[in-house]
């Protein structure tokens, strides 16, 4: 039940009147949950056989499936993607850009600031993942709260053998218990609502799971037709319904917009205790579809179309720009933002987008979507040189690794699992795809050169301490946009 007092100041904002005019409608409110390491067939909605998701398949049913959306093929690259509306190549980063997750700087606009600029209240909850991809080797001056976050309480990396929490800059526990960390996480934004919920607030809800180290409440733990990971999805989706009881309670359900995706696709090498990429061919640190392309619900009555599902191509990258169009934000004009506007998909046009999609493994650009074709290039001498594809050859299958040594194209409309190559027969779309490949490549950059476009990276690394703090660099240089 919502009080009488916010009953009464919901009627007076609705019915107010200022010389005649009705007052402003409400800026609508925004919660992405993000998972990890979720498959493209691991929900409900899309296909899964085994996995029961009920909370996730209402939202789709409420709202709009969109089937060719697309995050980054690894956990950190992913975050900063949708953080910032780019492709990780083009950031700055306070670290050397060899590793793959990047430690984001400060100089870089995130959609928590764009948000808070517009007068949002913004809060994230779960794994962060820019400032160190560590549980105690991570920078706290790269902290959610110095990237337009006003509450946090967050972990610094992934769960691969425990979790530590922080509430805003301050380490509160070591070695959470990882069966009770999904609900945990649900807890803090759900009373983060009861404390925002007369403001425009935005929610990055980032769960740990089901990236192992897996973990389920008893309640959960033996219930799923798909062993220990199906458990885990199926709590997810429990407190994906809590949440959205909440936003309905609080009478706010028709004017806020609730996404649920994940960061890539599932890791080949847990086996049963990681996903399904079906139908798609691929896995997570993979440039096949299933190591990028990633289930998407998103869920607003009155905004987007019930029952509604889209083919269209978008990605994370598009999540800052749109949000700030939503909200009577404003994109950073500074620089290059990748990702566009697509809030007219979301409310249902039918239009089609000119759009194209980039396929990156942390800094190899391995091919590039426009419509239905995809075309993958070959390796170059210096991909083979990237520490990353020599370090991680048994995280995909052995038919997909080794080195592509001629230009693939695929039909994704007739071969959605990436098996037949028509290369000799379309010449034409190759020499097309080849084009933007190689403008991307002066753009945004390629293995070891950076684009003319990309940002500078931060002046040396961070020092790190354990969990001291770390020792400070100067800004990276350029762009800076002062923090608030």
């Keep these: ?204 809800l980032a769960h740990s799971m089901p990236h192992t180290k897996l973990a389920a409440a008893p309640p959960f733990l033996g219930k799923s037709e798909r062993g220990l990971y199906g458990d885990v999805v199926e709590e997810i989706d429990f407190h994906v319904g809590r949440l959205l009881d909440k936003i309905n309670e609080e009478g706010l359900d028709e004017n806020t917009y609730v996404i649920f995706t994940s960061d890539n696709g599932p890791w080949w090498i847990k086996k049963d205790e990681g996903g399904s990429a079906l139908p798609l061919r691929g896995v997570k640190c993979s440039s096949y579809e299933g190591g990028s392309r990633v289930p998407f619900v998103i869920r607003a009555p009155g905004k987007v179309p019930a029952g509604k599902v889209s083919e269209q191509i978008t990605a994370t990258i598009d999540i800052l720009p749109t949000f700030a169009k939503l909200a009577g934000g404003e994109v950073p004009s500074d620089r290059v933002i990748d990702g566009e506007d697509v809030s007219s998909l979301w409310h249902g046009s039918e239009d089609e987008l000119d759009r194209t999609f980039y396929y990156y493994e942390h800094t190899r650009l391995r091919g590039v979507r426009q419509g239905k074709w995809k075309l993958l290039v070959p390796h170059t001498d210096t991909d083979k040189k990237v520490e990353s594809l020599k370090k991680w050859p048994n995280m995909i299958p052995p038919a997909d690794r080794g080195w592509q040594t001629e230009v693939v194209l695929y039909n994704l409309e007739e071969d959605i699992s990436e098996e037949v190559n028509v290369a000799k027969s379309h010449p034409e779309v190759v020499a097309e795809l080849q084009k933007l490949v190689d403008s991307i490549r002066e753009d945004i950059g390629d293995s070891a050169k950076r684009g003319v476009n990309a940002r500078p990276l931060g002046d040396e690394p961070y020092k790190t301490l354990g969990n001291e703090h770390a020792v400070p660099i100067k800004s990276a240089k350029g762009g800076k946009r002062a923090k608030k």
Aim: proline content about 5%; glycine content about 8%.
């Design 1 to 204: 039940m919502i009080s009488l007092q916010k009953y009464l100041t919901r009627c007076a904002i609705g019915l107010s009147f200022v010389g005649g005019v009705i007052a402003q409608e409400k800026k609508p409110n925004f919660v992405v949950i993000f998972t990890d390491d979720l498959g493209y067939q691991d929900i409900g909605c899309f296909g899964s056989p085994k996995i029961k998701t009920p909370n996730i398949d209402k939202m789709a049913d409420e709202g709009m499936k969109f089937t060719s959306f697309y995050a980054q093929p690894v956990c950190g690259p992913s975050r900063a993607a949708l953080m910032t509306g780019c492709y990780p190549l083009r950031l700055s980063r306070n670290d050397n850009g060899e590793i793959p997750h990047p430690k984001l700087a400060l100089s870089e606009v995130t959609v928590a600031e764009v948000l808070k600029d517009a007068g949002y209240r913004t809060g994230v909850f779960g794994k962060w993942d820019l400032a160190g991809h560590s549980q105690t080797q991570f920078n706290y001056d790269l902290a959610p709260t110095k990237q337009g976050f006003d509450t946090a309480f967050w972990t610094p990396g992934s769960n691969d053998s425990v979790v530590n929490l922080l509430r805003q800059d301050e380490m509160i526990e070591s070695a959470a218990d990882m069966k009770q960390i999904s609900r945990r996480w649900t807890d803090e934004a759900i009373s983060f609502i009861d404390q925002n919920s007369e403001k425009p607030f935005f929610i990055y």
